[in-house]
């Protein structure tokens, strides 16, 4: 019976991606789509299981994303997966999380290289621990030369600190004397965050229902437009990515200018 009722569920998700799909515009894509991937832990909480099942009940939900940038030719994918902050929870949850990142990446590695699709590190990867920290180097090494798609893996991951590290790295360059003060400006901070190559994020979905940016690009986002999902992380699939994308070709972006209408 629960495996009656899993067909009929994939199903219909199947069916509802296809009507939200006919429902964009194909000529505005967003190029740069960011997730914080929120509400694991009260996915498990409602089902009475301990909160590291709601982390392993996420990985569908990548997986779905992952496919439904492909099916758009998004070309940047980034996925808040653990922030600097993180490391304060249980040690039981943090230790459950570094391997479960690991297992799965491992297992979908073999996919994601015949998809053509970059895996990146966005974060501090040599404070994550050793194991965990190899699977993502190999990983990064093996789909390097791919240019499909770019899942760009927030790990260790803290918007401040990123811009902290910018920070130092110029103020080092000013001290050896390989730049001026003076030269030091928005376009330098940019060019020293971790992936300064990617383009700034156009749109930043949450799910879980939380209006906050909890330090994810902090920097980036300056013009993103945000969209808030009410439903937990596990339970968002191809058709919610689909309409939140819906909602962002209906925002009008200003950058601050005027519009026409205006
Ligand atoms: C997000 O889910 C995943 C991580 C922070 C790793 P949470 O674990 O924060 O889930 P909630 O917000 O407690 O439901
Ligand atoms: C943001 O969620 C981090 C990830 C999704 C990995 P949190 O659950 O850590 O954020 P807060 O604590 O609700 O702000
Ligand atoms: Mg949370």
């Known amino acids: 019976m629960a495996k009656t009722d899993g067909i009929l569920r994939s199903g219909i998700e199947k ?15 967003p190029a740069h789509v960011a997730v914080i991937m929120d509400g694991n832990g009260r996915w498990a909480k409602r089902r009475g299981l301990p909160r590291i099942d709601g982390h392993k009940a996420g990985a569908d939900s990548l997986r779905s994303v992952v496919i439904g940038c492909t099916d758009l030719a998004i070309r940047y994918l980034t996925a808040y997966t653990f922030s600097s902050e993180n490391w304060q929870r249980p040690t039981d949850e943090v230790s459950g ?38 699977s993502f180097e190999s990983a990064m090494e093996r789909t390097a030369h791919h240019e499909r798609l770019q899942l760009i893996l927030a790990l260790n991951y803290g918007g401040r600190l990123e811009i902290a590290d910018a920070a130092r790295r110029l103020a080092q360059e000013a001290v050896s004397g390989s730049r001026t003060v003076e030269s030091i400006d928005a376009d330098a901070v940019a060019s020293r965050l971790y992936a300064p190559d990617v383009p700034d994020p156009d749109l930043v979905i949450r799910t879980g229902g939380n209006l906050r940016i909890s330090n994810y690009l902090l920097w980036q986002s300056a013009y993103a437009e ?18 939140a994308l819906t909602e962002f070709q209906h925002r009008e972006r200003r950058f601050g200018r005027l519009t026409s209408e205006d």
């Open 97 to 134: 999380l570094m391997e479960l990142f690991r297992e799965q990446l491992e297992r979908e590695i073999d996919e994601l290289d015949g998809e053509r699709i970059r895996v990146r590190v966005l974060g501090r990867l040599d404070e994550v621990p050793a194991e965990t920290r190899a």
């Open 226 to 243: 945000m969209c808030v999902v009410e439903k937990l992380w596990p339970d968002f699939r191809r058709s919610d990515f689909f309409r």
């Open 15 to 29: 069916l509802r991606a296809e009507i939200a799909l006919k429902k964009l515009d194909r000529e505005r894509i």
